[in-house]
């Protein structure tokens, strides 16, 4: 078992930065990868960055990529989500999620096992 924590959501203006973090605990060893994800109201849960545990390797969805960075902490089990130039749209509650299997990084909700509560990040206009 991996448990995963996200912290740092909040409610900022557009044009500003944010940085998300998640903590992974318990099986840490078993991680591939390390995802983010996000769900606006009404919407389905979308993918948002990845980065390979071992590698850091990195893969960005199209809407984020240029203001994302994903990067970890291998010491501290802890993955980050630096989002800048932050827009309305970027409103929604952030998932971390961990890939156990292998094989590369993975951008679909079904490919993670592990996810973590969530963190709201609402960016007004």
């Given at each position: 078992?991996?448990?995963?924590?996200e912290?740092?959501?909040g409610?900022v203006?557009?044009?500003?930065s944010?940085?998300l973090?998640?903590?992974?605990?318990?099986?840490?060893?078993?991680?591939?990868?390390m995802g983010?994800?996000?769900?606006?109201?009404g919407k389905?849960?979308?993918?948002?960055?990845?980065i390979?545990?071992?590698?850091?390797s990195t893969?960005?969805?199209?809407s984020?990529?240029?203001?994302a960075?994903?990067?970890?902490?291998?010491?501290?089990?802890?993955?980050y989500?630096?989002?800048?130039?932050?827009?309305?749209?970027?409103?929604?509650?952030?998932?971390?999620?961990?890939?156990?299997?292998?094989?590369?990084?993975?951008?679909e909700?079904?490919?993670y096992?592990?996810?973590g509560q969530?963190?709201q990040?609402t960016?007004s206009?």
């Amino acid at each position: 078992q991996v448990q995963l924590v996200e912290s740092g959501g909040g409610l900022v203006q557009a044009g500003d930065s944010l940085r998300l973090s998640c903590t992974a605990a318990g099986r840490t060893l078993t991680i591939d990868a390390m995802g983010w994800f996000r769900q606006a109201p009404g919407k389905e849960r979308e993918f948002v960055a990845a980065i390979n545990w071992s590698r850091g390797s990195t893969y960005y969805s199209a809407s984020v990529k240029g203001r994302a960075t994903i990067s970890r902490d291998n010491a501290k089990n802890t993955v980050y989500l630096q989002m800048n130039s932050l827009k309305p749209e970027d409103t929604a509650v952030y998932y971390c999620a961990a890939d156990v299997t292998g094989w590369g990084i993975k951008v679909e909700t079904s490919e993670y096992t592990y996810w973590g509560q969530g963190t709201q990040v609402t960016v007004s206009s």
